[in-house]
């Protein structure tokens, strides 16, 4: 892959798609972490006299203008963290953007607002997507692909604009592969992998691969309720993924036959609601009560996590265990991330949320030995297909 090293972009209009798509709260930035992984490429371009113009995602606001979804907020803090205004543009490949750009000098920033307000961005029709991505290429002369968190998505930012631009990656991706490189190759076991959060659909896929690879996966977070189920137990409320339950009954009883040892909870934390506030018990995993959805894994389930994970070598960890946004369903997550650290091995932490809850958790970054910032991503790297956004930068 070419890396910015090997671009002119003195004086030059440089889209650089980077992943931006941070918590809020409130429309209040909870972790910047993916923020402030971003800004060693783009200062690195303003140094270089690059107009740089930078877009991004947040949350899948499904091709409509959503107030709650702009970018607004991220620009403010990514000004922050530049130290240097970064300028809004209050859409993606409009009036406002095309004037902002063309306001550009050479080493200023700007922002264009959700690329996923245009439905072009995320479009499975390649005729829309391309028109898009059209539009998107004609604001800037090179592309920098910096995007770790988004490459596994055939999007028109990630994909198809730099098949029409000269393009090159950004540090963070070079980063971000040299690492995840490692666990491809030569792995040092036992190898467990830890999944959780809430993209239940896109991540169960994975498992598949993993099958053949890791030795010990241990599942939390809303993956757990479709594995319950496909047990046969009540999952009540729970995050479920109705339509995999032969697909995890097969991943079960293949894991039996390979050797690999799945570790399920065996107590959650099932609430009334999705609240903090929500009355809330300890129950066994196989007594959900139908009135209630489990937030997080039990403190018996975090011991034995804990314990699988002692005596590893590597552990990859993607996905919360719990709604660990709310106190009282961050233990799992808390009691994972201390088993991480207690083990000694090689630990990459990987996904948006993942990162931010090891943080906002009060954990050291620096007891882990990667934390990626790609959750999706990472996992995707890791079953050794080629992404769609390295296959574009690598052409
Ligand atoms: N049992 C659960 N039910 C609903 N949501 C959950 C549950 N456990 C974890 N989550 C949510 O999962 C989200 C993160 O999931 P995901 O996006 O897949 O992780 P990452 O960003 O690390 O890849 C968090 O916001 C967390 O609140
Ligand atoms: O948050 C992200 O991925 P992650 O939750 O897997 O880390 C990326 O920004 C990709 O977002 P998407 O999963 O909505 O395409």
Redesign the pocket.
């Known amino acids: 892959m070419r890396t910015i090293d090997d671009l002119d972009v003195a004086g030059k209009r440089v889209l650089v798609r980077a992943d931006l798509n941070v918590p809020l709260q409130d429309g209040k930035i909870t972790d910047d972490g993916r923020i402030r992984a971003s800004v060693p490429t783009i200062q690195a371009l303003r140094e270089k006299g690059a107009k740089v113009v930078v877009c991004a995602h947040l949350g899948r606001p499904k091709g409509e203008v959503k107030s709650e979804y702009s970018l607004a907020p991220v620009a403010v803090r990514l000004g922050e963290l530049l130290g240097a205004d970064v300028t809004f543009a209050t859409d993606v490949v409009g009036e406002s953007a095309r004037g902002v750009v063309a306001g550009l000098d050479g080493g200023q920033v700007a922002l264009l607002e959700n690329l996923r307000f245009e439905a072009g961005e995320t479009s499975k029709d390649d005729g829309e997507r391309g028109a898009f991505a059209d539009r998107l290429a004609a604001l800037a002369e090179v592309y920098v692909g910096d995007g770790f968190g988004a490459v596994h998505r055939e999007h028109a930012s990630v994909y198809d604009v730099p098949r029409r631009l000269p393009h090159a990656a950004g540090g963070l991706i070079v980063t971000e592969v040299e690492v995840l490189k490692k666990l491809t190759e030569d792995v040092e076991r036992p190898y467990a992998v830890v999944l959780?959060?809430?993209?239940v659909s896109d991540?169960l896929g994975v498992i598949d691969n993993l099958l053949g690879k890791a030795d010990r996966i241990l599942i939390g977070?809303?993956m757990?309720f479709t594995f319950l189920k496909a047990q046969g137990h009540e999952v009540g409320q729970?995050?479920l993924e109705a339509d995999q339950l032969d697909t995890v009954r097969d991943y079960l009883r293949r894991a039996e036959e390979a050797g690999v040892e799945f570790v399920l909870p065996v107590d959650i934390v099932a609430a009334t609601a999705f609240a903090a506030d929500a009355d809330h018990d300890v129950v066994a995993a196989d007594a959900i009560p139908a009135d209630r959805?489990?937030?997080?894994i039990g403190p018996e389930s975090g011991k034995l996590f804990a314990s699988r994970l002692a005596g590893t070598k590597t552990v990859f960890w993607?996905?919360?265990?719990?709604?660990?946004?709310m106190e009282p369903y961050s233990h799992g997550t808390r009691a994972v991330a201390q088993g991480l650290i207690d083990s000694g091995a090689f630990t990459v932490v990987?996904?948006?949320?993942?990162?931010a809850a090891v943080r906002t958790l009060g954990f050291d970054e620096n007891a882990f030995s990667h934390i990626s910032t790609g959750?999706?991503a990472s996992l995707e790297y890791l079953e050794g297909t080629t992404l769609p956004g390295l296959q574009a930068l690598e052409d």
Do not use: H, R, Y
Request: net charge negative; glycine share 40%; aromatic share 4%.
């Open positions: 959780g959060g809430s993209k991540k977070g809303g757990v729970s995050l959805l489990g937030l997080d993607n996905g919360p265990m719990g709604v660990f946004e990987g996904g948006g949320d993942s990162a959750g999706g």
